[in-house]
């Protein structure tokens, strides 16, 4: 399996620009979510999507950010506009009814 | 509320000592337990997890844990540090299977000494 698929791996974004990350996540399974990860707040959950469906969005920072998941084998995460202070890594993960997560490589944000 | 706590932020072990990164939790309710590693700009890769059973748990790389539940505590252990090692350990935490709910520590930045 290729594991979750992540793109771009960078972006680097003058502020005020729309930026979209993108997820494939493992073939048959049913959960996915988004993190976000920086020095200071760590590993922070910003939505989670069971059977395409949004279950909780509560860690999405602002109305800034949203999220889809038009199908069972693609997500997108959209920042607009973006600030500087949303520059992190943003992660991909999925995960079975086994319960563990795996993760994709990241997408490494950077907003001047 | 369910936490998780990893005692220090950095540790420093020499090539061919003991590793032993701590990690306690509190919770109401059985947990199921994960240790994940994240090496330089890549994502968490699970290192080994408790769910029931067998409270010694066998990992990747060497490493084991033991759930120890009167101490809530799910230490990860490897008797013989390699280079290799070097990365940042996540302790996470949810309570069953499915849920959505994953706790995770601030990590542990792992750094093996020649």
């Known amino acids: 399996d290729a594991g979750v698929i992540q793109s771009p791996r960078h972006e680097v974004t003058e502020m005020g620009q729309e930026v979209t990350l993108r997820c494939k996540p493992i073939?048959?399974?049913?959960?996915l979510f988004w993190y976000r990860q920086t020095m200071m707040r760590g590993l922070e959950l910003l939505i989670y999507?069971?059977?395409?469906?949004?279950?909780?969005d509560s860690g999405m920072p602002e109305d800034r950010f949203s999220a889809k998941m038009p199908n069972a084998s693609f997500s997108t995460l959209k920042i607009q506009p973006s600030e500087p202070r949303d520059s992190a890594v943003y992660f991909c993960?999925?995960?079975?009814?086994?319960?563990?997560?795996?993760f994709g490589e990241g997408s490494r944000l950077t907003v001047l | 509320a369910q936490s998780v706590t990893q005692l220090g932020s950095h540790v420093s072990v020499s090539e061919g000592a003991l590793v032993l990164l701590r990690c306690n939790y509190s919770?109401?309710?059985?947990?199921?337990l994960f240790w994940y590693v994240q090496y330089p700009n890549q994502g968490l890769q699970l290192l080994l997890k408790?769910?029931?059973?067998?409270?010694l748990v066998k990992g990747i790389n060497g490493f084991e844990a033991e759930f120890k539940k009167s101490e809530t505590s799910f230490h990860l252990t490897k008797p013989s540090a390699h280079m290799s090692d070097a990365a940042e350990y996540f302790c996470?935490?949810?309570?069953?299977?499915?849920?959505?709910?994953?706790?995770f520590g601030t990590g542990t930045r792992l750094k093996v000494l020649a």
């Open positions: 993960a999925s995960s079975s009814v086994t319960g563990e997560l795996f």
């Open positions: 408790y769910t029931t059973g067998a409270t």
């Open positions: 996470a935490v949810t309570y069953t299977s499915g849920t959505y709910k994953y706790i």
């Open positions: 919770s109401s309710v059985p947990p199921y």
């Open positions: 073939s048959g399974h049913n959960s």
């Open positions: 999507f069971n059977n395409n469906v949004p279950i909780d």
